[in-house]
């Protein structure tokens, strides 16, 4: 029993309820698929996925290891299973590197440029956990380096639908600016959660020089500029995505407001299925923009053109 139990606890710090998160990678197969005119293999997207989920899950146990000691100062993160004392840590580095050779070899084995995106994501995993350059530690760049994971898994979704071609920059920069929203309100949360600033400053450095007012501020930044940046990929490339503003507007705001709840699921984001709310206005803004993507609009657009 005991056995299993040990077991139960390493397999716990690949954090396989994260894997939700690689929902960030579909609209890049839309996306890839629509504007190369490529056909979808489903077996390609499912071996794909699985490898987003390896390297997500490689950058999971290194943070877990490399977090243990701030993170018993946590209200909640302390009962994880290395400050908790449950899991092994050698045993947690050989997962770290089996995860990460198995997520990057399969990446390979589909495409070059599908392998380097997610070398990169593994890469930029080292750069936000593992000393010396730490980013999570860093005020302001702990929110933008974890953010960098948002339209890396965007590439990442381009190239399970193609090997050719980049993804539009301006659409990666607006998917980075997305997270980086979704980024600053986790950290309100979370400091709203701890209550202490002492103690927020034990759990990480960077809330050394956060309060709740800079952290909204900079979510409004965030939101504002991922919302701009949205607006010019479709001018430029779909100009009917523009219709789907008020559902983006919408999930942002719900987003907000969820941060604002006691033990918000903005602080444990894999948790957000559990809200129905924002469950709902997920799937009705991602049909929205589906149908707008897929059918034209001619009326739209010449009202656009017409007003230029």
């Not at 056909?39 to 243990?68: H, M, P, Q, W």
């Not at 590439?155 to 997305?178: I, R």
């Not at 800079?214 to 430029?236: D, N």
Request: net charge positive; aromatic share 14%.
């Amino acid at each position: 029993m005991q056995a299993q139990s040990r077991l139960a606890a390493q397999l716990a710090l690949c954090r396989f309820d994260h894997w939700v998160k690689n929902l960030f990678v579909l609209p890049g197969i839309v996306l890839g698929a629509y504007f190369t005119d490529s056909k979808l293999d489903f077996l390609t997207i499912l071996i794909g996925l699985i490898a987003v989920g390896f390297v997500a899950s490689s950058n999971y146990v290194i943070n877990e290891v490399l977090d243990a000691p701030q993170d018993r100062h946590h209200p909640t993160k302390r009962n994880r299973p290395i400050p908790s004392g449950r899991a092994s840590v050698p045993v947690a580095y050989v997962q770290w590197l089996l995860l990460a050779v198995a997520g990057i070899g399969l990446a390979f084995w589909i495409n070059r440029p599908f392998g380097w995106t997610l070398g990169i994501l593994w890469v930029m995993g080292l750069i936000y956990n593992v000393p010396p350059v730490r980013a999570k530690e860093l005020v302001w760049f702990d929110v933008l380096t974890e953010s960098v994971n948002n339209p890396l898994r965007l590439a990442a979704g381009w190239y399970l639908a193609t090997d050719t071609g980049l993804p539009p920059v301006v659409l990666l920069m607006s998917y980075w600016m997305l997270g980086s929203f979704f980024m600053s309100l986790k950290r309100f949360a979370e400091l709203r959660e701890i209550g202490d600033p002492a103690v927020a400053a034990a759990y990480r450095r960077s809330f050394r020089h956060y309060t709740t007012e800079k952290l909204l501020l900079a979510s409004e930044v965030y939101g504002f500029s991922a919302v701009l940046l949205f607006g010019a990929f479709a001018a430029q490339r779909r100009p009917e995505l523009l219709l789907a503003f008020p559902g983006v507007a919408l999930l942002m705001s719900l987003y907000m407001r969820l941060s604002f709840q006691p033990n918000s699921a903005v602080a444990a984001p894999e948790h957000l299925w559990r809200h129905w709310k924002m469950m709902a206005a997920v799937l009705t803004t991602a049909l929205l923009m589906l149908i707008l993507l897929l059918v034209d609009w001619p009326w739209f657009v010449a009202f656009l053109e017409a007003q230029s």
